[in-house]
């Protein structure tokens, strides 16, 4: 069970924490001192990177997170609300990402091999939305996880 506990809270460090940090810090350094070919070229290489993380750690909450429903609380049915909610919004944290990588970041790569900087801001601008959305689900979701028990 520890090492379960362990994967899911480690998984959603490396996703959340490296959300919170592109959002909340790298993002507005680049916008301020980077002109957008290499703004743009610089977004595709950190997500180039970052993304195969967020997909290990999708993985790994998912797989982590059901096996403790399942192990700890013997399933759906025996699961307390918090856990259903941690689980729906989880699921829909999944979803966005899912479309951020095969929609807008389909397009800012394109763009940027294409040297089609304002397609490729367009891209980016998608991207930032929907990672600010994620970033802040996940922050409540993380709050769910750690009140949820004291609150049910």
């Not at 996703?15 to 993002?27: E, H, Q």
């Not at 944290?93 to 790569?109: S, W």
């Not at 040297?115 to 367009?122: L, T, V």
Request: with cysteine; charged share 5%; net charge positive.
């Amino acid at each position: 069970m520890s090492a379960m506990v362990t994967l899911h809270v480690l998984s959603v460090v490396i996703w959340v924490g490296g959300m919170f940090f592109a959002y909340m810090v790298l993002r507005p350094v680049a916008a301020a001192q980077l002109e957008p070919p290499v703004r743009l070229t610089l977004w595709v290489g950190v997500f180039g990177r970052f993304f195969p993380w967020v997909w290990l750690s999708v993985l790994i909450i998912l797989g982590t997170g059901l096996w403790m429903m399942f192990g700890v609380f013997g399933g759906f049915a025996g699961s307390p609300l918090y856990i259903h909610a941690m689980f729906g919004i989880g699921i829909v944290m999944m979803l966005i990402f899912m479309h951020v990588f095969f929609a807008p970041y389909g397009r800012l790569k394109r763009a940027v091999a294409a040297q089609d900087w304002p397609a490729g801001g367009q891209a980016l601008a998608q991207i930032r939305v929907l990672v600010g959305t994620n970033t802040m689900i996940g922050l409540c979701n993380i709050a769910i996880a750690a009140a949820g028990r004291y609150l049910a």
